[in-house]
């Protein structure tokens, strides 16, 4: 067995921006680094940004026979929680741990023989549902046969692989570095981050495109006719029939997705035409529904080489296909990633000015995180200080040492209690109860006067203003259909007429108002059926205009 089954020595393991990058340079660089890693019995931690400086410092850890462990992300304090200073870290990331960049090399150059132990453990890091990061051991020979399997049910277009995952996980590591290498395609160096990247690797018609539902469900509406991958692999999540359809249209060609976890391995496969096409297991693999309805697994790639309960709920088929209906533990996908949600409340609870959080996905939302905090007396004076939408930006920024951002909420409620039953149980149901109110269309009214000619109003824009969800994510902004909307409302309860949706003149929106602001509406009756408006900050002028309608 060659090192990863890779092909020979001039053949094209990596396309970078300088050339072709063959299997020869690969083997060359991975032995430079054997003296790097040199014989310890440590752990080496290994993370690169990039797939053509991973490879060959993964080949050596293999052949060294060193334990490899893989880390998610380099937050500090989840590489001072997962143990680095008791191993060895290597990476491409300047500044941080033993460098080891690939070298140019030469091409034609003799490689030496590097070839990986199969009993060489590598371990992936996962959510745990006790708030740790999970260690998941293979040996290398269960991923070797993962990708036997895989290449026994597909055989790659000629073209170049193209990726937006990471090989720091196991789904990435098996499809865009693993199967690539085994089936003799090159593999684009450099990862792609969004459909910009993708566009500009994606050329000749032949390529794969290795993905997430995090990016299948956010195609552009528009991409280049050159954006047509031969085959699409998506894993993570199952793919809504929309986003599947969707992708089908924009790029030519339905998704293939693969059901699995880190522990399990690949469990299935599925191309959704209709919507809601069952699953069916790939080589090897036995599935099965436990006394629980949850999915059973056993085979060659699982962690432990014992029956593995995956936490989601099933339906079997009498041909052996099967449909899932969710989870029935306390991991939530997000954005296509296991996430913990007890790991999210021990880092909430961290918090000075937390004393109690629990953590909920919402389905209604994106699948975003949403938090119920109860406060310590240092985080009531914060809240006392600024606004609940900027507290909730400032206590997301805090975990961002800790969690990666898909583990961070975006949505937030300040509780004096948390929701349970009468034996102390926390439900989901209750939790998602807290976020799932319809939120509010208009302000806080703090003062008014009215006459029959003129009315004024100080209002504030409360952060859980329905206008402002998704107008923007990382700066909100009250948009200006809202405002001539709250004008029009309070016209009506003023003098009762309706001004909405009527002529507009002299409309002007001059200063961008937030979450937090409050602001002075002065509203002017002219005439029986025009009302002019004024909002002011400060005393400065932000909107003005006149609308009119009847009585």
């Not at 994606?202 to 509406?221: E, K, Q």
């Not at 099933?314 to 913990?340: C, H, M, Q, T, W």
């Not at 996905?361 to 809240?383: E, F, H, I, M, Q």
Request: charged share 20%.
């Amino acid at each position: 067995m060659t090192a990863f089954g890779m092909k020979a020595d001039d053949s094209v393991a990596f396309v970078t921006s300088a050339g072709p990058m063959t299997s020869g340079q690969v083997r060359r660089a991975a032995a430079g680094i054997v003296d790097l890693i040199g014989q310890s019995e440590r752990p080496v931690f290994l993370y690169f940004d990039h797939a053509v400086n991973f490879l060959p410092a993964f080949l050596a850890c293999l052949a060294m026979e060193r334990e490899v462990v893989l880390p998610g992300h380099v937050a500090p304090k989840y590489l001072e929680e997962i143990g680095t200073a008791d191993g060895l870290l290597v990476t491409d990331v300047p500044g941080l741990g033993a460098n080891a960049v690939m070298p140019p090399g030469e091409m034609n150059a003799k490689s030496p023989s590097l070839l990986p132990s199969l009993e060489t453990g590598v371990t992936f890091l996962t959510s745990g549902s006790t708030g740790q990061p999970k260690r998941c051991r293979k040996r290398f020979a269960q991923l070797a046969a993962e990708v036997d399997a895989l290449s026994t049910l597909w055989t790659l277009p000629p073209g170049p692989v193209v990726s937006t995952v990471s090989h720091q996980h196991i789904y990435g590591l098996l499809f865009s570095v693993l199967l690539p290498l085994r089936a003799g395609r090159p593999i684009i160096a450099t990862r792609a981050q969004g459909w910009d990247d993708v566009a500009r690797q994606l050329v000749g018609g032949d390529a794969t495109l290795v993905t997430s539902p995090a990016h299948l469900s956010r195609i552009p509406s528009e991409l280049p006719a050159s954006c047509r991958p031969a085959a699409i692999f998506s894993s993570g999540a199952p793919l809504s029939p929309e986003a599947a359809n969707n992708a089908h249209h924009q790029l030519g060609v339905l998704p293939t997705e693969v059901l699995g976890s880190t522990e399990t391995g690949g469990i299935a496969w599925r191309r959704q035409a209709m919507g809601g096409e069952t699953w069916t297991p790939l080589p090897g693999v036995a599935a099965s529904a436990g006394e629980d309805a949850l999915l059973t697994v056993a085979s060659p790639f699982c962690g432990d080489g014992i029956p593995a309960h995956t936490g989601d709920l099933v339906r079997f088929e009498s041909d052996g296909r099967f449909a899932l209906f969710g989870r029935g533990d306390r991991i939530a996908k997000i954005e296509g990633k296991k996430v913990s949600l007890a790991r999210v409340e021990q880092a909430l609870m961290e918090l000075v000015e937390i004393d109690n959080a629990a953590a909920i996905d919402l389905p209604d939302r994106s699948g975003a995180l949403g938090a119920a905090v109860v406060l310590s007396r240092t985080g009531a004076k914060r809240l006392g200080e600024i606004d609940k939408f900027r507290f909730g930006q400032e206590l997301r920024s805090r975990l961002a040492d800790r969690l990666e951002p898909m583990e961070r909420p975006k949505f937030w409620r300040f509780v004096t209690r948390l929701p349970e039953t009468a034996h102390g149980k926390r439900l989901p149901t209750d939790l998602r109860v807290m976020f799932s109110a319809s939120p509010p269309t208009m302000p806080i009214i703090r003062h008014e006067a009215a006459d029959a000619g003129n009315a004024v109003f100080q209002i504030e824009l409360q952060d859980d203003l329905c206008w402002f969800e998704g107008h923007f994510p990382q700066m909100p902004l009250l948009p200006g259909v809202a405002q001539l909307h709250i004008v029009a409302a309070l016209a009506n309860r003023t003098w009762n007429i309706d001004v909405s949706g009527r002529d507009l003149s002299r409309v002007k929106f001059r200063r961008p108002t937030h979450p937090g602001d409050v602001l002075t509406l002065s509203l002017k009756r002219n005439g029986r059926t025009r009302v002019d408006f004024e909002y002011a900050r400060g005393g400065e002028i932000t909107a003005s205009g006149s609308m009119s309608g009847r009585p």
